[in-house]
């Protein structure tokens, strides 16, 4: 736990998992000036715990403050916060591969005030919480046609709580059908692919990796970088474009849609099955036909155990 006050932080400190209390005109209860971000620590096979990209997940968080009009924390905070805390923890992290401790990093307005103006105060926490390995079954993925989650200009590339909590009646709605998650689309046609519930998405189109591009609505995963990274320098084709729903049906019309991924912290990757968009339901290959996404799931659970090699120094101590 931190504050600020005053334009610093200060006074971080490590205090036990409890509830603690908030004033009723704490700003961010009426006007969402709240960021955070999802990481996971995990075991390497000397049983040290690992964090991935941890400096890319601090940044985040003042990209996202920024745009929140909420303070700068200094990545040196961030960073032994997380050591200090994960150091206390680690006993939580379970040996196998796969599993990990989950990190909650998070910011809040703490100012007692009612008029709109970006609050004075601010509190920043980290929490942490066992995850184990997280096997994701493929998804059945609704294109959504009457709600967005966000747009050019607003708050999308933020990652702020109000955008998920847009997403919240979309996503029960599509519940209701039988659809796992819906997959965000453009706000002027709902035609361009934004992304889907807590993952950005990924089609393979042919032998090549096809991905939206980040267009100031859709948030800028660090599963995303990684992916794209590690396909770039295996030699995959891989195109970061405005994706039009009519291209996917198209591809998948001709036989030519190989796979369709999401990835983010929690699942690495995840499959999916099936895509409806309006009238139209579109059925992947089975899993066991997919070379790109297992492959992926694979090099990154690998690079976090140290089965596989490192070669960008992602896995830091
Ligand atoms: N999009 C959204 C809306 C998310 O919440 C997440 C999870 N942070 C992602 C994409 C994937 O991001 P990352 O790979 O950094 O976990």
Known sequence: VADYEDGEWINPRIVPFEPFTIHPASMVLHYGQSIFEGMKASKNLDGQPMFFRPEMHAKRLN????????????????????????????????????????????????????????????????????VGPYYSRPVRLVAEQTYVRAVAGGTGEAKTSGNYAASLLPAKIAQEKGYDQVMWMDSREFKYVQEVGTMNIFFVINGKVVTPATDGAILKGITRDTVLTLLKEKGFEVIEKPVHIDEILAA???????????????????????????DRVITLPPIEDRKVSPMIKDWIDGMRSGRVEDTHGWVQE
């Open 252 to 278: 998948h019309d001709r036989g030519e849609l190989e796979e369709i991924f999401g990835t983010g912290t929690a699942a690495v990757v995840s499959h999916v099955a099936e895509l409806a968009y309006g």
């Open 63 to 130: 990209a996202s403050a920024s745009r929140m009009c909420m303070p700068d924390l200094p990545e040196e905070l961030f960073l032994e916060g997380l050591h200090a805390l994960v150091g206390l923890d680690q006993g939580w992290i379970p040996p196998q591969e796969g599993s990990a401790l989950y990190i909650r990093p998070f910011m809040f307005a703490t100012d007692e005030f009612i008029g709109v103006r970006p609050s004075s105060k601010y509190r920043f926490i980290i929490f942490t919480g066992p």
